[in-house]
């Protein structure tokens, strides 16, 4: 069965669908099949892979409504109409999107995403007195695992909403792990706070809705036990390759919270990778526990990436000199720090599949 990893951080702005994409790729390089899903209804994971062309909205309507392509559409159409995921997986014949890479496929998000949430929503509150919605959020991790099964996926990557949404409830809670991207500040330390209160909650909440509903905790979709295994501390500007001291403090106080606030409570439900094993992880670099990464600002590389539809540390020199219109200095500066970037990668994603063995 793939291993499903959900990234989540319900504050906007920490670069969550890039580092979804990102990572993606860089566990695909190192052998890994993986499906990267987006369950956000704004598609940015989408528009960022398909790239600038495909994502303007007459090619949009083409790729939507070709029954080749397996989008979150007729997911959200089968969970509303009461379709069973044996059902779906058994009579869908759409493909996965293929990206560049020859590991790693897409499943694209759709606007009728919105919809299930709130049908999601509203079946966590009410399904012990309307039974007929009560399958709704189970089945949904379900056709999610089903369709990695079928394609013989090892990772799937959720890139979700910056909402507290049902949606986002019960992909978390069904998820085997899960990162927080964050960035350092102020809004980012707060959100620590918020991270801590809103997941004990839905672990509370599932836990009543599996028991409402006579439903079988061994057995259901939503496990509601995701282990947390760290964050990714990004978007701050870089000096003699460290963090500049005004983003340092924060990284530091965000560390803090992190180890003081919200592993404390995610231990209390069963929710959180020993800090031991992720010490032992981390053995080498200059990380401390709970921290996966840290990723400095990509500055000029990003806009090359967005129009190559690849991850910074995988475009080629030509990419990088004829769509950046360098040369000399610059050249070697942007090429360097791509270097850079790929080594940052390659070690995250061997970090994450050491700690999800």
């Not at 995921?85 to 293929?98: A, C, I, M, Q, S």
């Not at 947390?228 to 530091?252: L, M």
């Not at 404390?264 to 069963?270: D, E, Q, T």
Request: contains cysteine.
């Amino acid at each position: 069965m793939a291993k499903s990893i959900c990234l989540f951080n319900h504050k906007g702005g920490v670069s969550k669908t890039t580092t979804t994409f990102n990572l993606g790729w860089a566990l695909a390089d190192q052998g890994e099949k993986v499906l990267i899903v987006d369950l956000d209804s704004q598609c940015n994971l989408t528009g960022l892979v398909l790239g600038f062309d495909e994502a303007i909205e007459e090619n949009l309507e083409k790729f939507y409504s070709s029954r080749d392509n397996l989008t979150m559409k007729p997911v959200v159409n089968a969970l509303i109409n009461g379709v069973s995921p044996e059902e779906f997986t058994r009579t869908e014949n759409g493909n996965l999107y293929k990206t560049i890479n020859k590991n790693l496929w897409l499943l694209p998000g759709h606007l009728s995403v919105a919809e299930l949430d709130s049908q999601i929503s509203v079946s966590l509150r009410i399904a012990s007195g309307i039974p007929a919605t009560r399958n709704i959020p189970g089945n949904l991790p379900k056709i999610l695992q089903n369709i990695a099964e079928k394609n013989s996926i090892d990772y799937i990557i959720f890139d979700l909403s910056p909402t507290i949404g049902g949606l986002n409830e019960i992909i978390l809670m069904a998820s085997d792990y899960f990162i927080v991207p964050t960035s350092p500040d102020f809004f980012c330390y707060q959100a620590v706070g918020s991270l801590e209160s809103n997941i004990t909650k839905w672990h509370r909440e599932i836990k009543r809705f599996i028991e409402d509903n006579n439903f079988d905790h061994k057995t259901y979709p939503v496990k509601n036990k995701p282990q947390f295994i760290g964050i990714i501390q990004q978007r701050y500007r870089p000096r003699n390759e460290k963090p500049a001291t005004s983003f340092q403090k924060w990284i530091d106080i965000i560390r803090e919270a992190i180890n003081k606030k919200l592993v404390p409570a995610l231990a209390g439900i069963n929710c959180v990778k020993d800090k031991k094993e992720i010490e032992e992880t981390l053995k080498g670099t200059d990380l401390q526990a709970y921290d996966l990464a840290n990723i400095p600002d990509f500055n000029s590389l990003i806009a090359i990436s967005q129009q190559k539809s690849k991850p910074i540390f995988a475009l080629t020199d030509d990419e990088i000199t004829i769509t950046g219109k360098v040369f000399g200095h610059a050249k070697e500066t942007m090429l360097t720090s791509r270097d850079n970037f790929l080594s940052i990668f390659a070690d995250l994603a061997h970090r994450i599949i050491m700690l999800t063995r």
